[in-house]
């Protein structure tokens, strides 16, 4: 059974710092991994998407990798910003025909201005 | 666009009551999926329909059942809810693989 962990599960630093944020997974026969911001009480938002085939993915300040021998991903945010402060949850699809998605607790950020 | 929406977007119930949750999805997207989420956990997947039958069940009792509509929008319902059943209930539409989430409804068992 896919068992998906999050560590830490909380983060203060203070604005300007990179830091990362770490998931890991029992099963590495993964279809592909997902990060997703979540404010308080409010949706999802994906952030970034790594295929299985894919070694890293970026999106401006996120820079994703994925390392599935391991079972492990990472999450690397530039320059922190207080409008960064969130929880951001690990998701993994194990196949394509289940879209089923795996999440982790999460990780919960805050950034000090 | 108006991308995932769901409704409401507060409940409260008591216990033994009956709730019943809405989901439309994003513009052509033809399969719904519906999540729990507990407070301070991930989301928990409950199932997925997908032309109107439903495809996959997570591990959740039969109290949680569901309906998908010609126009793809769906339903949650739960039955006999237990003080457990406090969450939010995220749904999620796709086209494909990638999954767009909803604001979810936050639902009080009380």
């Known amino acids: 059974k896919q068992e998906v962990t999050q560590i830490p599960a909380a983060l203060s630093v203070p604005e300007g710092e990179n830091l990362v944020l770490n998931c890991s997974f029992t099963d590495s026969a993964i279809y592909n991994l997902q990060w997703f911001r979540q404010d308080p009480g409010k949706g999802l938002t994906s952030l970034l998407l790594i295929q299985s085939s894919q070694r890293e993915q970026t999106s401006g300040r996120l820079n994703a990798s994925l390392d599935k021998s391991s079972g492990r991903s990472t999450l690397y945010i530039a320059a922190s910003q207080p409008g960064d402060s969130a929880t951001y949850l690990c998701?993994?699809?194990?196949?394509?025909?289940?879209?089923?998605?795996?999440f982790g607790k999460g990780t919960t950020l805050s950034v000090s201005s | 666009d108006a991308g995932v929406t769901q409704s409401p977007t507060h409940l409260i119930k008591t216990r033994g009551q009956q709730v019943t949750l809405r989901c439309s999805p994003k513009?052509?997207?033809?399969?719904v999926s519906w999540y729990q989420q507990a407070l301070g956990q991930g989301p928990q997947f409950i199932f997925q329909y997908y032309e109107e039958e439903e495809r996959q069940r997570g591990n959740f009792p039969d109290r949680f059942s569901g309906h998908q509509f010609p126009n793809y929008s769906s339903e949650l319902n739960v039955n006999a809810l237990l003080l457990g059943d406090s969450a939010l209930y995220l749904c999620?539409?796709?086209?494909?693989?990638?999954?767009?989430f909803g604001p979810g409804t936050r639902l009080t068992v009380l």
């Open positions: 998701a993994v699809k194990t196949n394509q025909a289940g879209t089923a998605l795996i």
């Open positions: 999620a539409s796709s086209l494909g693989t990638t999954q767009f």
């Open positions: 513009s052509g997207h033809d399969t």
